[in-house]
C-alpha cells in the first residue's frame, strides 16, 4: 500500500494541479475579511448592529446600554454619565468587564431579540453569548453599577470569619446586611447571595461561626441589616419561606426612608424600588397637625416593609400638582390616605377620616387581604356636555352615549395630567368640528384619571377607540398615527364597514371591553 502512494503522488503535477505550496509570483495572496471597527467614547465601546457580535465574541464580560438618542431625558442623560464614569474606573481595576452602549432607536428587531421595553435599558452579556443577557435592572449610580458588574463576576458576598471582620463591613458604609447562618449550604443562603447580586448599594457578608452569632446573639438562620451602624431590621430566614425577590424587595426599601417625601428627586427613586403597593399620605407639612399625623403614619410603616411602600406628599408643594391631579385630591379631602397598585393600576381610598395608627394598619391589612374594594370615582355631567363639537362623557353617562344604537362614536381616553395627551387635545378638537354637523358620528373624549369607567389592568394613555352603531357590532381599536387626517380616515373608513360581530346591544357591557391597549406612555412614567 506504501508503493501505491508514492507512485501516483509525481503523477498529480504534470495533470496541471500545483503543489499546494506553489504560487505564481502575479498571484495576490487573498485578503482576510475586515472586521467592523468598534470606536470608544468615555471609555464604553460605541456598538452598532455591525459590530455588535464582534464586541461579544472578543469580550467576556459586556455591560450593554440600550438607548434611544431621539428622546434623551434628563434622567436617561444622567444614566449615561454615570454609566461612563463607571466604565472608566473599572477600566483598570478589572479589564475583563468593558461596557458599551447602542442606539436602538429603529432597531425594532434587536429590541425583540433582547426582550426590551423601557429605555434606557442595561443588560449583561457573558461569555460571548446573545441569549438570555441578564437584566440590570433600578441601577443608576457610578458605584453601584460598579459593584452589580463585580458580584456578576464573582462572590457576591464577603465571608466572615471574625467579630472585627463584621463590624469592619457594618461600619464601612451607611448600609450593610449579614446573613448569620448555622451552615453555608441550604437555599436560604442561595438565596441570600442571589439579593446581593441585586442590591448593590449595599454590603453584603455572611458567616456561619458560632462564635460571631453568639455575639451578636443570633440563634436562628437570620438577616440583619445595619444603618450606620446601628441594626435596624432582623429577618428570620427559614428555607421557603422568603424568596430572592422578597428578600430583594425588602432589602431595596432601606434605600429609602421608611417614610419618603414625594419630590422631583426621590420619585425616580420611589419607583426603583420592586415593590407594587404604595400608600400615600397627602397632607400639608405646615398644618398644626402634621407632626401628630406623620408620626402616626410612619409608625404604621414599620409592620408593612417590604409589602407596601409607605410616601407622603406635601399638598403645599406647587410642583407636586400632578400627582394631586392625577389622584383627584381636593383641598377639602385633605388629609387623604390611597393605596395605588402599580400592577393594576387600582386606587384605594381609606374611608376613616382620622390618620391613626389603627386607621392606616387596618386600611393596609385589608388591602393585602383581598377586602378592600377599588376607588371608583367619577365626576358630575356638566349641563352644557354636549353643546361643543367634542363631547365630554363622564361615568355616569358613558354607556348610555358609547352603546347606542343609532351612533357611531370615537371617544379619546386622556389623563390631564399627561403632557401627551394635552398636546393632542386640540388635534382632537379639530376633529370634533369636523363631525360637528354629522347626522350619525360622535367625537368624544373622556378623562379616565376622574372617571373609573376601565377594568382593572389597563395602564397606558392615551388611547382611542371607536363604537360603531347597531346592536351586534364591537369596539375597534385605533393604532394609527396621531394626526387629524389620520384619524379622519379611519372615522369614514370604520362608519362604512362593520365591524366584527360581537355580543347583542343591550348586553354589551364596559366590563367585555378594551381587551386591546396601545402603550403611548405610561402613568408611572409620567409621574416620575
Given at each position: 500500500?506504501?508503493?501505491?502512494?508514492?507512485?501516483?503522488?509525481?503523477?498529480?503535477?504534470?495533470?496541471?494541479?500545483?503543489?499546494?505550496?506553489?504560487?505564481?509570483?502575479?498571484?495576490?495572496?487573498?485578503?482576510?475579511?475586515?472586521?467592523?471597527?468598534?470606536?470608544?467614547?468615555?471609555?464604553?465601546?460605541?456598538?452598532?448592529?455591525?459590530?455588535?457580535?464582534?464586541?461579544?465574541?472578543?469580550?467576556?464580560?459586556?455591560?450593554?446600554?440600550?438607548?434611544?438618542?431621539?428622546?434623551?431625558?434628563?434622567?436617561?442623560?444622567?444614566?449615561?454619565?454615570?454609566?461612563?464614569?463607571?466604565?472608566?474606573?473599572?477600566?483598570?481595576?478589572?479589564?475583563?468587564?468593558?461596557?458599551?452602549?447602542?442606539?436602538?432607536?429603529?432597531?425594532?428587531?434587536?429590541?425583540?431579540?433582547?426582550?426590551?421595553?423601557?429605555?434606557?435599558?442595561?443588560?449583561?452579556?457573558?461569555?460571548?453569548?446573545?441569549?438570555?443577557?441578564?437584566?440590570?435592572?433600578?441601577?443608576?449610580?457610578?458605584?453601584?453599577?460598579?459593584?452589580?458588574?463585580?458580584?456578576?463576576?464573582?462572590?457576591?458576598?464577603?465571608?466572615?470569619?471574625?467579630?472585627?471582620?463584621?463590624e469592619a463591613i457594618i461600619h464601612a458604609d451607611n448600609l450593610a446586611v449579614i446573613g448569620f447562618f448555622k451552615e453555608l449550604h441550604n437555599d436560604s443562603v442561595e438565596d441570600f447571595c442571589e439579593t446581593a447580586r441585586d442590591v448593590p448599594e449595599m454590603s453584603f457578608g455572611m458567616t456561619a461561626s458560632k462564635d460571631i452569632c453568639a455575639n451578636y446573639s443570633i440563634q436562628k438562620n437570620t438577616l440583619v441589616v445595619f444603618k450606620k451602624g446601628k441594626p435596624v431590621h432582623n429577618e428570620v430566614l427559614e428555607d421557603g419561606r422568603q424568596n430572592k425577590l422578597d428578600l430583594t424587595r425588602l432589602m431595596k426599601t432601606f434605600t429609602l426612608d421608611l417614610v419618603t417625601e414625594y419630590n422631583l428627586e426621590t420619585s425616580?427613586?420611589?419607583?426603583?424600588?420592586?415593590?407594587?403597593?404604595?400608600?400615600?399620605?397627602?397632607?400639608?407639612?405646615?398644618?398644626?397637625?402634621?407632626?401628630?399625623?406623620?408620626?402616626?403614619?410612619?409608625?404604621?410603616?414599620?409592620?408593612?416593609?417590604?409589602?407596601?411602600?409607605?410616601?407622603?406628599?406635601?399638598?403645599?408643594?406647587?410642583?407636586?400638582?400632578?400627582?394631586?391631579?392625577?389622584?383627584?385630591?381636593?383641598?377639602?379631602?385633605?388629609?387623604?390616605?390611597?393605596?395605588?397598585?402599580?400592577?393594576?393600576?387600582?386606587?384605594?381610598?381609606?374611608?376613616?377620616?382620622?390618620?391613626?395608627?389603627?386607621?392606616?394598619?387596618?386600611?393596609?391589612?385589608?388591602?393585602?387581604?383581598?377586602?378592600?374594594?377599588?376607588?371608583?370615582?367619577?365626576?358630575?355631567?356638566?349641563?352644557?356636555?354636549?353643546?361643543?363639537?367634542?363631547?365630554?362623557?363622564?361615568?355616569?353617562?358613558?354607556?348610555?352615549?358609547?352603546?347606542?344604537?343609532?351612533?357611531?362614536?370615537?371617544?379619546?381616553?386622556?389623563?390631564?395630567?399627561?403632557?401627551?395627551?394635552?398636546?393632542?387635545?386640540?388635534?382632537?378638537?379639530?376633529?370634533?368640528?369636523?363631525?360637528?354637523?354629522?347626522?350619525?358620528?360622535?367625537?368624544?373624549?373622556?378623562?379616565?384619571?376622574?372617571?373609573?369607567?376601565?377594568?382593572?389592568?389597563?395602564?397606558?394613555?392615551?388611547?382611542?377607540?371607536?363604537?360603531?352603531?347597531?346592536?351586534?357590532?364591537?369596539?375597534?381599536?385605533?393604532?394609527?398615527?396621531?394626526?387629524?387626517?389620520?384619524?379622519?380616515?379611519?372615522?369614514?373608513?370604520?362608519?362604512?364597514?362593520?365591524?366584527?360581530?360581537?355580543?347583542?346591544?343591550?348586553?354589551?357591557?364596559?366590563?367585555?371591553?378594551?381587551?386591546?391597549?396601545?402603550?403611548?406612555?405610561?402613568?408611572?412614567?409620567?409621574?416620575?
Amino acid at each position: 500500500m506504501k508503493t501505491h502512494k508514492f507512485f501516483f503522488l509525481p503523477l498529480l503535477f504534470p495533470t496541471g494541479f500545483p503543489a499546494a505550496h506553489s504560487i505564481s509570483p502575479n498571484d495576490k495572496k487573498p485578503k482576510k475579511a475586515k472586521l467592523p471597527k468598534i470606536k470608544k467614547e468615555k471609555n464604553v465601546l460605541s456598538l452598532k448592529k455591525s459590530n455588535f457580535d464582534r464586541a461579544l465574541k472578543e469580550t467576556q464580560y459586556l455591560l450593554v446600554e440600550f438607548y434611544v438618542s431621539l428622546s434623551q431625558s434628563s434622567q436617561s442623560q444622567t444614566l449615561s454619565e454615570e454609566f461612563a464614569k463607571a466604565a472608566r474606573q473599572l477600566k483598570k481595576e478589572a479589564p475583563r468587564i468593558l461596557f458599551g452602549k447602542i442606539d436602538v432607536t429603529h432597531q425594532y428587531d434587536s429590541r425583540k431579540e433582547f426582550n426590551i421595553g423601557e429605555l434606557p435599558t442595561v443588560k449583561f452579556f457573558v461569555d460571548g453569548s446573545r441569549k438570555d443577557p441578564i437584566d440590570c435592572k433600578r441601577v443608576r449610580q457610578a458605584s453601584a453599577f460598579i459593584t452589580w458588574v463585580k458580584r456578576r463576576t464573582g462572590p457576591s458576598t464577603v465571608l466572615i470569619n471574625s467579630t472585627d471582620e463584621a463590624e469592619a463591613i457594618i461600619h464601612a458604609d451607611n448600609l450593610a446586611v449579614i446573613g448569620f447562618f448555622k451552615e453555608l449550604h441550604n437555599d436560604s443562603v442561595e438565596d441570600f447571595c442571589e439579593t446581593a447580586r441585586d442590591v448593590p448599594e449595599m454590603s453584603f457578608g455572611m458567616t456561619a461561626s458560632k462564635d460571631i452569632c453568639a455575639n451578636y446573639s443570633i440563634q436562628k438562620n437570620t438577616l440583619v441589616v445595619f444603618k450606620k451602624g446601628k441594626p435596624v431590621h432582623n429577618e428570620v430566614l427559614e428555607d421557603g419561606r422568603q424568596n430572592k425577590l422578597d428578600l430583594t424587595r425588602l432589602m431595596k426599601t432601606f434605600t429609602l426612608d421608611l417614610v419618603t417625601e414625594y419630590n422631583l428627586e426621590t420619585s425616580v427613586k420611589i419607583f426603583d424600588v420592586p415593590v407594587e403597593n404604595h400608600i400615600l399620605l397627602f397632607t400639608p407639612t405646615n398644618s398644626e397637625m402634621f407632626n401628630e399625623i406623620h408620626e402616626n403614619y410612619k409608625s404604621a410603616a414599620m409592620e408593612f416593609r417590604g409589602k407596601i411602600m409607605f410616601v407622603s406628599v406635601d399638598t403645599n408643594e406647587t410642583r407636586n400638582g400632578r400627582i394631586f391631579e392625577y389622584f383627584r385630591i381636593r383641598e377639602v379631602d385633605l388629609p387623604a390616605v390611597r393605596i395605588l397598585n402599580l400592577t393594576s393600576d387600582a386606587k384605594y381610598k381609606m374611608s376613616a377620616d382620622e390618620v391613626t395608627v389603627e386607621n392606616i394598619r387596618e386600611f393596609c391589612q385589608s388591602y393585602l387581604n383581598g377586602k378592600a374594594k377599588p376607588h371608583r370615582s367619577s365626576e358630575e355631567i356638566p349641563e352644557e356636555w354636549d353643546k361643543m363639537p367634542v363631547k365630554v362623557l363622564k361615568k355616569q353617562d358613558f354607556n348610555r352615549i358609547v352603546f347606542n344604537k343609532t351612533m357611531t362614536v370615537f371617544v379619546m381616553f386622556y389623563a390631564p395630567w399627561s403632557y401627551n395627551c394635552r398636546k393632542l387635545l386640540p388635534i382632537w378638537d379639530k376633529l370634533g368640528e369636523q363631525y360637528e354637523n354629522h347626522k350619525d358620528i360622535i367625537i368624544a373624549k373622556i378623562d379616565v384619571s376622574a372617571n373609573d369607567i376601565l377594568p382593572v389592568g389597563l395602564d397606558s394613555y392615551l388611547f382611542f377607540r371607536l363604537f360603531p352603531a347597531g346592536l351586534d357590532y364591537q369596539e375597534v381599536a385605533y393604532a394609527g398615527e396621531h394626526t387629524l387626517e389620520a384619524f379622519s380616515e379611519f372615522s369614514e373608513a370604520q362608519s362604512k364597514t362593520k365591524a366584527e360581530p360581537g355580543e347583542k346591544g343591550g348586553n354589551r357591557g364596559i366590563k367585555d371591553n378594551f381587551s386591546q391597549k396601545e402603550t403611548v406612555i405610561t402613568e408611572k412614567e409620567e409621574l416620575k
